[in-house]
């Protein structure tokens, strides 16, 4: 070995040292990060229940719409949400490496930098309200801005790390694409749009409430204030009670404003009730259980609302093919 080598071997790291070995870290990770991982980062099982709801949406709404102009929408709102997705999880990626649940995820395991993580987010979210407005229509754009707005700034910045009505406030965002999909064809929203937001609203507590009960250690640890670590498992069972109990009737409103029929009406009060047994086992449930009335109630709510939405598909096609018979 020269006498040079030596020297460059020995010299003491300068100010830029941590910068580049930080800069190798970052490739590394990137090179090492498949599409797999950056799918991941768009929340894709989420995303598949909002581009659901936004196809109701669309499909529930008067007038009509090509079937390409369609698809640009359905797009559009599968990639804003996704958009939002990538920004939470790189804001929250602190928090993430400290819960089992998501600690995972490609940017707290170092599979995807930040950096790529938020240019991602922030390129879909543009790229897709631009499409939506050009494509579509600008009020269907507009309420696609304000969604992915209200996920990102109110929900994750604003209220997640901050009160325990972080979910109940922050679910809106999570009701926005039917009214975006309704608004797609209509170019505007109406009070019909607004009971699929509406469903979607007070379905979201309960639904998370029991996510947060048989989760409560992760977000205790992550110093998140679900209700579970502030207010106690008790007041939050008693919360999954009365936010079920309002939500029943609430998916009434979509047949109470003559949007479906009588089946949905029917088949909506028997899986509401169904639901609701879900909640008075999650309230009577022991400690001594292990959250498996949680655990139960969080995994039939989501089947719950893509059954509620997939109904009304299903009347309105009904009432359709009997019309035109």
Not at 54 to 63: D, K, S
Not at 264 to 283: D, E, H, P
């Amino acid at each position: 070995m020269s006498d040079t080598s030596i020297e460059l071997a020995h010299r003491p790291a300068g100010p830029f040292a941590s910068r580049e070995a930080a800069g190798a870290a970052d490739a590394d990770a990137l090179r090492g990060a498949g599409v797999a991982d950056y799918a991941l980062l768009l929340k894709p099982r989420v995303m598949s229940l909002v581009v659901f709801t936004g196809f109701v949406g669309l499909y529930l709404a008067p007038g009509r719409i090509h079937p390409v102009l369609a698809a640009i929408a359905i797009l559009s709102i599968a990639v804003g949400a996704g958009a939002a997705g990538a920004i939470n999880m790189w804001y929250d990626r602190d928090i993430d490496r400290l819960m089992s649940r998501t600690m995972r995820r490609p940017l707290p395991d170092g599979r995807v930098s930040p950096e790529a993580a938020l240019t991602l987010g922030v390129m879909l979210a543009v790229g897709s309200v631009t499409v939506m407005g050009l494509g579509v229509n600008y009020a269907a754009a507009a309420l696609l801005a304000l969604a992915v707005a209200f996920y990102v700034f109110v929900y994750t910045i604003w209220l997640k790390r901050r009160t325990p009505q972080n979910i109940v406030i922050g679910g809106a965002a999570g009701a926005f694409p039917p009214l975006i999909g309704w608004a797609a064809v209509s170019g505007d929203i109406s009070l019909v749009s607004l009971a699929l937001f509406a469903v979607i609203f007070m379905w979201t507590p309960p639904h998370f409430w029991a996510l947060a009960l048989y989760r409560s250690g992760d977000y205790a640890r992550a110093g998140v204030p679900m209700l579970p670590v502030v207010a106690g498992r008790r007041e939050t069972k008693r919360h999954i009670l009365l936010y079920t109990v309002l939500l029943v009737p609430v998916t009434l409103l979509p047949w109470a404003l003559g949007a479906v029929g009588a089946i949905y009406g029917a088949l909506a009060l028997t899986l509401g009730a169904m639901f609701l047994v879900c909640a008075l086992r999650v309230w009577r449930e022991p400690e001594s259980a292990g959250d498996r009335a949680a655990k139960r109630m969080f995994g039939f709510s989501i089947l719950y609302l893509f059954l509620l939405f997939a109904l009304m598909v299903v009347d309105r096609a009904g009432a359709a093919v009997l019309g035109h018979g």
